[in-house]
């Protein structure tokens, strides 16, 4: 697979790369529809996550072809990852004349994030113009330890929101109960 940057930060390697894919053999190559939706993915959230936090955005779980979905503990059997268009991060550290967001913790670089895509994401009211950039998605979901986005289409994101708790059971937020989160 050629590796070709999809957004200034985010290249299709990373998107696709994968340590269990590798330990089983799997080549795990999208094709043309879940390359354009990953790319969708980095252009709407990622990128847009990117220049905001002026931290790495590490992606842990990009695309994942059917047979990796399958080995994957947990994984939905209609996950968005089998189409491009889902990825699991965590926020790296950066130097910190360049953060935007100066948190020293691994789990408040993901709040962080969190809540900047929940703030960049909510519809405008119109009563300011803001600066910050426009993240859209289908579905936010913290972990303890990373972040899963999605992104569809504007017209097809559904702005779900929740929080994993474990044993594969999820609690569904509204935008405020997750704001709220610490």
């Known amino acids: 697979m050629q590796n070709t ?13 994968s340590r269990t894919a590798d ?5 795990n190559v999208p094709g043309p529809e879940a390359v354009a939706n990953l790319k969708r993915l980095c252009c709407c959230t990622l990128e847009p996550l990117r220049e905001a936090l002026g931290l790495p955005v590490v992606i842990t779980s990009g695309y ?17 990852h089998l189409t491009g268009c889902a990825a699991d991060f965590y926020v790296g550290q950066g130097s910190a004349s360049r953060a935007r967001f100066q ?24 009563s300011a113009i803001s600066s910050a950039p426009s993240i859209d998605f289908d579905q936010l979901i913290i972990y303890p330890t990373f972040i899963h986005v999605s992104y569809v289409s504007p017209e097809a994101n559904r702005h779900y929101i929740m ?6 059971r999820y ?8 704001m709220t989160l610490v």
Request: with cysteine.
């Open 5 to 17: 940057f999809l957004t200034p930060h985010f290249s299709l390697l990373e998107m696709c790369e």
């Open 23 to 27: 330990r089983h053999g799997i080549v």
């Open 64 to 80: 994942r072809c059917q047979r990796l979905n399958e080995i994957l503990a947990h994984s939905a059997r209609r996950s968005q």
């Open 103 to 126: 948190v020293s913790g691994h789990r408040e670089r993901l709040i962080a994030a969190f809540r900047l895509i929940l703030t960049a994401s909510a519809p405008s009211t119109g």
């Open 163 to 168: 929080r994993a708790e474990g044993n594969g």
């Open 171 to 178: 609690q569904r937020l509204s935008r405020e109960e997750a």
